[in-house]
């Protein structure tokens, strides 16, 4: 039989006129009638709040103005497709309509993510970038064990060199190289006695990733300060993210490469490529070591504009996915 979904909310007068119209056309055209509150969904509400009555028949839709002979032409077209792919026997239409009259596990778990995934993204970037604070805590109190399983878990993730990351519990927040011009800080070389730190082929360089600090230097965060700055911006512009209501558009593509990416890439890439030793590059390109500053304020660009490029985009597939089961379940209850 015909599935037929009605979206309406209570007290709607023209809801009330399509559903006598679709039950009078019941005779001609056998259906199933399957009503929607769109009340029970913030989703629903924010998508056809300004629309009811909708109503949808296989692929097709009729929004608000709907006339008897609208309902007459789309109940017709959805019947004579529906015996086509019968008539055809379509193994993907067959497939649906399996699919279509049982609820499995895996829609329920589909629609409580859909439902709780901005939850579920901020709890996993304040777990994320919460444990590489966690362990100089961890460190300062002697918690050395889950400390240093905490540093070698984000190892392959990020570099961690201890001239490029953040120190808690110390002298200073942060032990640049000499060659980041910083003059008005103790240098990591200095803090720490490792160095010839300024050769990306030194095999110092390793000490400087394994040294996670002391009493005096203080300890070092899991992750550098532009994995700091990225994540933590990603964090914060999904809870602003939800206190909007989920409202923000996404960013445009062209803003999120000139304003996200340009900087970071910038400001890394001339970093890296500066410090090889290559002759021919030196002419054009100084060695250069860039600074904490610029570290966190190209991750923080780049982290916060992803974010907005992403999430809004997120929500878009997400509410669509909400739609799909709440009318899935609907339609499922009424045939029982």
């Not at 086509?84 to 497939?95: R, S, V």
């Not at 002697?142 to 400390?147: D, N, S, T, V």
């Not at 990306?200 to 700091?228: I, N, Q």
Request: with cysteine; aromatic share 14%.
């Amino acid at each position: 039989m015909l599935n037929v979904t009605l979206y309406t909310r209570k007290e709607c007068a023209l809801c009330d006129e399509v559903k006598a119209e679709l039950n009078e056309l019941q005779s001609q055209y056998p259906h199933r009638l399957v009503e929607v509150d769109i009340e029970s969904e913030t989703v629903l509400i924010a998508k056809f709040g300004l629309e009811i009555p909708v109503v949808e028949v296989g692929p097709y839709t009729l929004k608000s103005p709907i006339t008897r002979q609208k309902l007459q032409m789309t109940l017709g077209a959805a019947v004579d497709r529906k015996n086509q792919l019968e008539k055809l026997g379509d193994p993907e239409y067959k497939m649906k309509l399996e699919k279509g009259k049982k609820v499995t596990t895996g829609d329920k778990v589909s629609f409580w993510i859909a439902k709780r995934y901005l939850l579920m993204l901020n709890m996993f970037m304040l777990i994320y970038v919460g444990l590489p604070f966690l362990a100089p805590t961890l460190m300062k109190l002697g918690a050395e064990l889950p400390a240093r399983a905490i540093y070698r878990m984000y190892s392959p993730l990020c570099h961690q060199f201890g001239f490029r990351s953040f120190f808690l519990y110390g002298d200073q927040v942060v032990y640049p190289l000499a060659e980041a011009g910083m003059t008005d800080l103790k240098t990591f070389e200095q803090a720490t006695g490792i160095a010839h730190l300024d050769d990306p082929y030194s095999p110092t360089r390793f000490d400087a990733r394994k040294f996670t600090g002391d009493e005096v230097v203080g300890f070092k965060v899991a992750l550098c300060e532009r994995d700091v700055a990225i994540y933590l911006a990603i964090l914060l512009f999904g809870i602003l993210f939800g206190l909007s209501g989920r409202r923000v558009k996404s960013l445009h593509w062209a803003l999120w490469l000139l304003i996200g990416l340009g900087p970071i890439g910038l400001d890394g890439f001339s970093q890296l490529f500066s410090q090889f030793n290559w002759q021919w590059l030196s002419s054009i390109l100084p060695y250069r070591e860039s600074t904490v500053y610029l570290r966190v304020i190209t991750g923080a660009l780049f982290g916060f504009t992803t974010a907005w490029f992403a999430y809004p985009n997120i929500e878009e597939s997400m509410n669509e996915t909400v739609q799909y089961y709440v009318k899935k379940f609907a339609v499922i209850q009424a045939s029982q």
